[in-house]
């Protein structure tokens, strides 16, 4: 058996969005920049694409920029306005619990004269919105803060946030990677002058993603070249891409994310009663509805997700683009928890495809694991 439960990391392109994509690969595989009826095709692909996925975030079409995903868009988001409004302004606010290439960027941008103000979370992962106010300076250009955040699923409130950010007059971002299409996300309500959103989280094709930048937002390009995507993301579209990104977007139901949270709760109600010393990291509601974030006391969550891919099943132990090194988490680490409770954390996280039949055989093998662990457990000696 073989179960997948790593889909914060990355998802299965849905069927439907695949049939959607092969055209554009081998039939109607023009370049959306040429003139002739090969590139119109791909042209009229692109802009259809484009239509739908500016409908779910009740935006205009000529707002949506297409890109190659998640971290290009946020990178053009902050190093795009940093440019923009420096010198004459340089301080943006953003959280300690953002994705990995906000913080990066963050990082390089202070090298670049920044000012960047990082907002404490508390024990759930919420920011304070008093305190938001607060670091408001006359420098401030930008609010970055992510909506559902990719570790511990934690929601943010984007429509209180953005009465700050209008209240204040500056410019305010999200990262919307994990929460799109799970969270109705609306520019308007929730005041938003950016929003970065991708594919492979929602059963769409990795490679692809897109910036939502509101109207007269004056923004530099990242890319430069031929003056693609209205002269502001320069690079030839990536068609198949771009329509299978919009299937996916099309195609995303809330019955499915309602039959995810009613799963994602078995499984965590589960093993805080069955499983001793077990923690939840991050709230139980707002959260994500495939998220579950979990603390196994003096186990290691590596050894965890070993023995549990030994039995078919695949988690993760935090974000997967920190996977490769060492380092503990920055998310768990804000929310306060020890070092201990951060390295023997593991994150599960379900998605469509995901049945109550492979929920029950995680919870049939995940206690005998545990159990065998403390055992060998020299924190337990």
Not at 75 to 98: Q, R, S, V
Not at 164 to 189: G, R, V, W
Request: glycine share 6%.
């Amino acid at each position: 058996m073989k179960i997948y439960l790593d889909n914060a990391a990355t998802t299965k392109v849905d069927d439907k969005v695949l049939k959607a994509m092969l055209p554009y690969f081998k039939e109607n595989y023009g370049n959306a920049s040429s003139l002739h009826m090969e590139g119109t095709e791909a042209k009229t692909a692109l802009e259809k694409s484009r239509k739908i996925i500016a409908k779910s975030l009740n935006a205009n079409t000529k707002e949506i920029y297409f890109t190659s995903g998640g971290t290009e868009s946020n990178n053009w988001a902050l190093k795009g306005l940093f440019w923009e409004n420096f010198p004459k302004k340089n301080h943006i606010i953003t959280t300690k619990i953002e994705h990995d290439c906000v913080i990066n960027t963050c990082k390089w941008l202070e090298k670049q004269g920044a000012e960047i103000t990082y907002l404490d979370v508390d024990k759930e992962g919420f920011i304070n919105l008093e305190k938001l106010k607060n670091s408001v300076t006359n420098k401030t250009f930008l609010v970055s803060i992510i909506h559902g955040n990719n570790e511990i699923g934690t929601i943010q409130n984007l429509e209180e946030i953005g009465k700050i950010t209008k209240e204040k007059n500056i410019l305010f971002h999200t990262d919307a990677c994990q929460s799109y299409t799970k969270i109705p996300i609306d520019m308007k309500k929730m005041n938003l002058n950016l929003i970065t959103i991708n594919s492979h989280k929602i059963h769409g094709p990795k490679g692809v993603g897109a910036l939502f930048i509101k109207d007269k937002t004056k923004i530099q390009p990242l890319m430069h070249g031929g003056g693609h995507e209205k002269k502001q993301r320069s690079g030839t579209e990536n068609i198949p891409g771009i329509v299978g990104f919009a299937k996916a977007v099309e195609i995303a139901k809330e019955k499915d994310f309602k039959k995810i949270e009613k799963l994602r709760d078995k499984l965590i109600e589960d093993i805080l009663t069955n499983i001793p010393n077990t923690k939840l990291n991050g709230p139980k509601k707002p959260r994500l509805q495939n998220n579950a974030n979990i603390s196994f006391i003096n186990v290691e969550g590596e050894a965890i997700g070993g023995y549990l891919e030994n039995q078919g099943i695949f988690i993760s132990t935090g974000s997967a683009c920190m996977s490769n090194t060492l380092a503990s988490s920055h998310v768990l680490k804000a929310i306060g928890l020890t070092d201990l409770e951060q390295n023997s954390s593991i994150r599960i996280s379900l998605s469509k495809y995901t049945t109550e039949k492979e929920i029950d055989y995680v919870l049939k093998k995940l206690p005998e694991i545990i159990k065998r662990l403390r055992r060998l457990s020299p924190l337990l000696k």
